[in-house]
């Protein structure tokens, strides 16, 4: 992985009209259009009344183009994504050019109104296991890959920025960490048995070539298991096992073996 880098665009508006029909291909024709209409964001010298832009900025204006571009979007309807990218507290060119320098390709997915995303692509994949995107109504998004816009965004900077591609290296040990990601409920059962902070020791059995037994070993701590009552403990859970240790008639040590119960998906057919 590379060293974190040092920001590589200015926040401070220095980029000029020219920049940004360099970067996004408009004519000065339509870049007049989009300020009289409200969609150039922007801010004016007063001494001549030019505008000035920040790379924030120009990034926003070229994602609203490509967007209306592919789609055919209107204008006006472009502008909760111009807010999303220049809201206030977020550098979304930033986390853009920090994905890419891992080598990743970057994405935007909106439905233009309340949903902004911009993540890697794999983070995608994710969000639509977990059911993140499901709704009730119908809903559609636009998803556009926003790597060729940085690209040509920091080549147009008044000191330019190489170009960042996306590498395959990268996405080669993410498909190697992606074999340790739980495939099944009896998997997610056993890594949280593992984690739970009061388990002892954490045991799983194959029984019949089938069957898969998980079990837990619980130890109560000295001061409850000089007190606990075996009885009491015993009714607190269906199926268990309980050692008692005892010297000079107090308990000294108490275990406890419990199953966590793993349901198996039947074969089609059975």
Known sequence: MPPPAKKPVADSPT?????????????YRQLNDWDSKGALPSQRQEESNWRKFTARQIFAIMVCKEIRDRFGTPLESLRGVREFLLQEGTDHLLAAIELMRFGFAVFIMTDLTETF???????????????????REDQGYVFIEVNHLVNRLLACLKTPVAALHIRDDNYRVLRSANTLIPQNEQEIALIRAIRQGDYQRVTLTKRNNENLVLEVEQELPEPEANTADINELLKEHEFQTVTVSRTNGKNVRV???LPVPLRRRHKQGN
């Open 255 to 257: 275990k406890r073996t």
């Open 117 to 135: 995303v911009l993540e890697p692509d794999f983070e995608f994949e994710t969000l639509l296991t977990y059911g993140i995107l499901r709704t």
């Open 15 to 27: 980029l000029t009209a020219g920049d940004v029909k360099n970067a996004t291909g408009m004519s």
